[in-house]
């Protein structure tokens, strides 16, 4: 739904560089490791004045769990000194996720805004795919783009793929021009990935 573009255009406009945390440098499976990854980052955070942005933060902030054994008790500490470090971080810290209830209380009880993004209307997803089709290749005239907004329902980064894919079929055949048909295999691919219904088109 734009997340990502969303924290870029807020750093943007405040002209602060963005700081993209990449969850897989975060995790360590040595005790102690995963606490000096993230003091790294606030501490880097913090010296620059980035806006700190976590992509899928529900992973690294997600409810603790009880206590069963010593993994347990291990990714508990490291929540709470995640907890620690966003509380004592004076800068501006922005969290995405698809799934908010998987969030432990705790960290949304220190979050001020909460921003709910809606799916992209027809509308939203039409004006998309032009803004990703223009240039060279060109679409060709007769292509009804208004049915293919119609035809499903993606997300603007997946409306993005089928968009390049689309592009990439026109030059692969040397056509010169994106047609209705490498739209439909390019829609079809894209929406083959997870099931998405494509109707029509």
């Not at 933060?57 to 997600?62: E, I, P, S």
């Not at 996720?97 to 009880?109: I, P, S, W």
Request: overall charge negative; some cysteine.
């Amino acid at each position: 739904t734009g997340k990502t573009m969303a924290a870029s255009v807020i750093a943007g406009q405040l002209k602060l560089p963005l700081l993209k945390v990449d969850l897989s440098q975060v995790f360590d499976k040595y005790i102690g490791e995963t606490e000096k990854h993230i003091d790294e980052i606030f501490r880097t955070a913090g010296r620059d004045q980035y806006l700190l942005f976590f992509d899928e933060a529900d992973a690294l902030f997600a409810k603790r769990t009880a206590v069963r054994d010593s993994h347990d008790r291990y990714a508990n500490v490291s929540a709470s000194f995640l907890l620690q470090r966003m509380e004592e971080y004076d800068g501006i810290l922005i969290l995405a996720t698809n799934l908010m209830d998987h969030f432990d209380d705790a960290f949304v009880r220190r979050i001020r805004f909460v921003v709910k993004f809606r799916n992209l209307d027809r509308q939203d997803r039409e004006r998309l795919w032009r803004k990703v089709l223009e240039g060279d290749p060109p679409v060709e005239r007769n292509v009804d783009l208004g049915a293919l907004a119609e035809a499903a329902e993606l997300s603007p980064a997946r409306i993005s793929a089928a968009a390049h894919v689309a592009k990439l079929l026109a030059v692969c055949d040397g056509s010169g021009a994106v047609t209705g048909e490498h739209l439909r295999e390019a829609l079809l691919l894209e929406a083959g990935k997870d099931g998405t219904v494509v109707r029509g088109f």
